[in-house]
């Protein structure tokens, strides 16, 4: 709790700041057009199988990024926290994901051996190999973890609510990272990533002390997903300026 909280007042946890505070970049990520399109049932097809390729590709780069996660969760040697059950159950789902893509590329006609990475992806996944550096602390790379699974979540899960038009054959797709229990598993993420930002507040014991620096490199790497994200989605759509043009 920080120092001005009243006692049975709820307050925000970090990650709740950050939101409000980053709301428009946040709102960018979670309802980009893209997503947006898939919703309304408007999505130009070209732009799924390029999303679909691309993310193979990410997601093949999430893998040992999400394993580096899993060794700084070991090496803080807590383990009570039950975070490296956490962490461990996600590997598990991103290997179904692999699978998935497989799959699905192959429904859509797309050969994944032959799609290259595009500049927002080899961007994306750079910064992932930044990330994955021993020296990097827990928790700002447990913030970009959170970071990246909720912005599928999110947006994904918009696509299935009620009102929405996306197509039967999407909604597969929308599913894998919009159903309830992804939504759970993004809360326990998150969950992790606040307690380790816990700071220390006058009058109580914190749950972690992490140092300031660590919190604001956190916060940094927060909006440097959301960024990440937005390009993601605009080459997919092909309105980044650098994608191939459409089959
Ligand atoms: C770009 C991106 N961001 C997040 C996720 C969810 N694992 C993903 N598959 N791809």
Redesign the pocket.
Known sequence: MDGKSKPGVPYDVMTDTWVKKHRLIYIGATRHPFILSIRDGTVDLSAFKRWLGQ?YI??RA?VPFVASVLIKAYKKGDESSGDMEVILSGLGS?ND?IAWFKQEASKWGVDLSQVAPEKPTQD?CRFLEELMRPEVDYTVAMAAFWA??A??QESFAHCLEEGSKTSTELQEACQR?GNDGFGRYCSSLRNIADRQLEKVASGSVPLVKVSEDAVSKAEVTFLRVLE??VD?WNMSCGTDGHSAPKP
Do not use: G, K, T
């Open positions: 993310d990410f997601v999430f991103l994901e994306y990246i699974e912005v599928y990272w990440y994200e993601f």
